[in-house]
């Protein structure tokens, strides 16, 4: 294993749960005492609104990072979580796939810019909606990447989409790179689709599907208008709950211990 583990949080589709699995998973490992940092590389900057960094707030940002010459601790701003940080994202981020485009290492600047990340921090980044230069960036940088995959008709083929993506990181860029898991969100049980969404994600991937699924839940929905991850928001809810299951799992898979609360 790492000495310390970035993970990238990724799928190429939009409102599959992505950053809300980015917010929650931060928080729970935050407050199980482990030191972590969201690294918001979408330039909706959901992450940071969903954490309550509102946007006069963001002086500093991962855009600063990635194109200038800041260092990953000027950037990293205190949350209302304790062990939490954050490096905020602005639409300024939409700009860099063009900016960057033509540097030599435009897929490892951030990677250049974690290397010297402190062993005992945890570092999730949450990826935007596509497979461009920030999702690569990510992808070169982690250790592994973690795939929200919302339980509906089309989830698998786009899931093979990303492996293919994973696979070419790989051989050109990160070979220690590999899949943490897929984590499937958005489940309704009553739905008979869910269900058998479900069971064929588990038939073709086995394991690397997360025994945890996250249900559809209002709360969970929610939180993000308050700016609150919903373990803040609504501790006792089933989403809440879930999320910190999952929490656990994915620590194990890391080799760190996580208490379910």
Request: proline residues 5%.
């Amino acid at each position: 294993m790492p000495d310390h583990h970035i993970v990238a949080i990724a799928n190429q589709k939009g409102g599959v749960g992505k950053t809300t699995t980015a917010i929650n998973l931060g928080a729970a490992l935050a407050f199980g005492g482990h030191q972590t940092i969201l690294i918001d590389l979408d330039p909706q900057g959901n992450a940071s609104t969903g954490l309550g960094i509102d946007a006069d707030k963001r002086t500093h940002t991962v855009y600063d990072l990635l194109v200038g010459p800041d260092s990953l601790e000027t950037v990293a701003q205190d949350t209302n979580i304790e062990n939490l940080q954050i490096v905020p994202a602005t639409p300024d981020l939409a700009s860099a796939d063009v900016e960057l485009s033509n540097a030599a290492d435009r897929t490892r600047l951030l990677r250049s810019k974690l290397q010297k990340v402190e062993s005992n921090k945890i570092i999730l980044i949450d990826c935007p909606p596509a497979l461009g230069l920030l999702t690569v960036n990510a992808m070169v940088a982690a250790n592994s990447v973690l795939v929200p995959l919302q339980a509906e008709f089309y989830a698998l083929e786009g899931l093979s989409q990303l492996l293919t993506s994973v696979r070419q990181v790989r051989q050109t860029a990160n070979p220690g790179l590999r899949v943490n898991g897929v984590l499937l969100t958005m489940s309704d049980y009553r739905n008979n689709l869910s269900q058998q969404v479900e069971a064929d994600a588990r038939a073709t991937l086995g394991d690397l599907i997360y025994p945890t699924v996250i249900p559809r839940n209002v709360r969970v929905s929610e939180a993000p208008s308050h700016a609150k991850p919903v373990l803040v928001y609504d501790p006792h809810s089933k989403g809440s709950a879930a999320y910190r299951q999952f929490a656990v799992e994915f620590a194990a898979r890391l080799n760190l211990n996580l208490e379910a609360a």
